[in-house]
């Protein structure tokens, strides 16, 4: 009798090998029949990767729905309530803490505020305020209105409070720790995702949130990026650069030219926290300190409403999509059309793997772009799902049943045991099922033997020591070295 792997692979009734691809594989077995098949399928043409809330949470991401301590909404309006608002505001507030708090319908409620604000700013608008009912909250016949000026301050603290539970960053300790258990994932999945053989085409990684964790992992390991900004200083969204690559020079003018292999393109499709529009109205990027971010995130409710009106967060303009029911009619602006758009032409490409990491399939207008592009016939569809009980995998299941190819990494669970949660998350998978690569190790080896020199030699011309570079340790990287999936 041997353990069986930890992992299914759901598959479609289509595939011709069961339900469940490794049922009865062992535990090192199973994982292999895994990346024999995710090896091959990095190996098409076009392989399309979507990220959301799930693949954070190991760096401090909060969740729509879940317990108080890591839900958006709860953490949001907790802090936002111990603001200086006023009584109509704060009874707005307390209706929803009254129904459904931390349920997950915050996309409801703040479709509600954030039109409610919209819709009488205009000096066009023939609407001068909205009346809120508060019956249901405090069992009177009554309604309420926000003025104006309530309704901007109310927004103002709510996007602050979000923008503060979101700005997330990288744990530096984790290029050098030797302990798994210690990463995000990010490092790793970046890493071997653009291990791929550099004549294929470009990866294309889509991402529904706001954190910039992929932008720091990226830099870190040196990848470069196009994200649809152009400039340095202030960065400005020009769509145009999706269409560009980064080539080697040949060593004369008209010599042969190499592809840089380091390389993906990079959208995200929900905005970012580093994200802003000028007066002009141009959507620009520029990468704030998010230092305070990691203090806000561990304070009171009360600690958390003082930082939300000092100063330094005030100057904190708005930024991306919301997550409100509006989500659909703002991701037909600029630039969020472009992108959308992007994400839809990718998906119907011929020879199209498409992963989906972290994703609870709660945005309809994105669903839908993933349904159109199941009729592709030569996509090939991914899943990763810690819970093997969850909405998703049912959902994932009917695709499956229309014959489409559609796949499902989940949890083994025996005798109805509860998940566990530390199997098929995304940090999971970025470490112990995508193929491993060399260079990774290397550039890890690389920088611990920085910190090391560091802790012996802790002066401040240190850097001027002969600090081997990263070619120069272990296995070189060149293309002949590379093994590519």
């Known amino acids: 009798m041997f353990d069986k792997c930890q992992y299914q692979l759901l598959s479609p009734d289509a595939a011709g090998e069961g339900k469940d691809l490794i049922n009865d594989k062992s535990a090192l077995d199973g994982v292999r029949r895994i990346q024999a098949l995710l090896s091959d399928w990095l190996r098409m043409e076009n392989v399309v990767v979507l990220t959301a809330a799930g693949c954070s949470v190991a760096s401090g991401g909060r969740l729509m729905a879940g317990l108080p301590e890591n839900n958006l909404e709860c953490l ?3 802090a936002v309530e111990k603001c200086n608002l006023s009584e109509n505001s704060q009874t707005i507030i307390g209706w929803k803490k009254s129904n459904g708090f931390g349920s997950g319908n915050f996309e409801e409620w703040l479709s509600y505020v954030f039109n409610a604000s919209n819709i009488a700013k205009s000096a066009s608008s023939p609407i001068d305020s909205v009346l809120w009912k508060k019956d249901d909250f405090l069992g009177e016949d009554e309604t309420v209105s926000l003025s104006k000026d309530d309704e901007t301050q109310l927004q103002n603290f709510i996007e ?7 700005a997330l960053m990288l744990d530096s300790r984790e290029i050098t720790s030797e302990k798994q ?14 291990a791929r053989d550099s004549n294929l085409g470009r990866t294309h990684l889509f991402t529904l949130n706001y954190d910039t964790l992929f932008e720091q992992a990226l830099e870190e390991l040196g990848i470069q990026y196009f994200d649809g900004f152009t400039g340095r200083a202030s960065a400005r969204f020009d769509p145009s650069v999706y269409g560009l690559d980064i080539y080697y020079p040949g060593d004369v003018a008209e010599g042969r030219v190499r592809r840089f292999d380091k390389f993906l393109q990079y959208y995200k499709l929900h905005g970012s926290i580093h994200w802003f529009t000028d007066d002009q ?9 998010l230092s305070f971010a990691s203090e806000y995130r561990n304070l009171e409710p009360s600690k958390k ?10 100057k904190i303009g708005s930024f991306g999509i919301l997550p409100t029911s509006q989500k659909f009619s703002q991701s037909l602006d600029m630039p969020y059309a472009h992108l959308f758009r992007l994400f839809h032409a990718r998906l119907n490409q011929p020879q199209t793997f498409f992963l989906v990491l972290g994703y609870g399939f ?8 993933i349904e159109t592009a199941l009729m592709n ?5 991914l899943v990763v799902e810690p819970n093997p009980h969850s909405e998703i995998v049912k959902r994932l299941k009917r695709y499956q049943n229309l014959g489409q190819r559609a796949f499902v990494l989940t949890e083994r669970l025996e005798n109805d045991a509860a998940c566990s949660y530390q199997t098929a998350t995304f940090a999971d998978f970025a ?8 260079w990774l190790d290397d550039f890890k080896r690389l920088r611990k033997f920085e910190n090391d020199i560091r802790k012996l030699a802790p002066d401040p011309d240190i850097n001027t020591l002969n600090i081997p570079e990263a070619d120069d340790i272990g296995a070189n990287n060149s293309d002949d070295d590379e093994v590519p999936f």
């Open 305 to 314: 409403a003082e930082m939300l009106q000092s100063d330094e967060l005030q």
């Open 362 to 369: 709660g945005d309809e207008h994105v669903n839908r772009i």
């Open 281 to 289: 109205g141009i959507c620009r990027a520029q990468h704030r300190d």
């Open 431 to 438: 470490q112990n099922i995508m193929p491993d690569i060399k």
């Open 377 to 381: 016939p030569s996509l090939i569809m």
């Open 181 to 194: 258990d210690q990463s995000s994932g990010h490092l790793s999945f970046l890493a071997k995702l653009i």
């Open 76 to 78: 949001v309006l907790d």
């Open 160 to 166: 602050k409070a979000i923008f503060s539970e979101c």
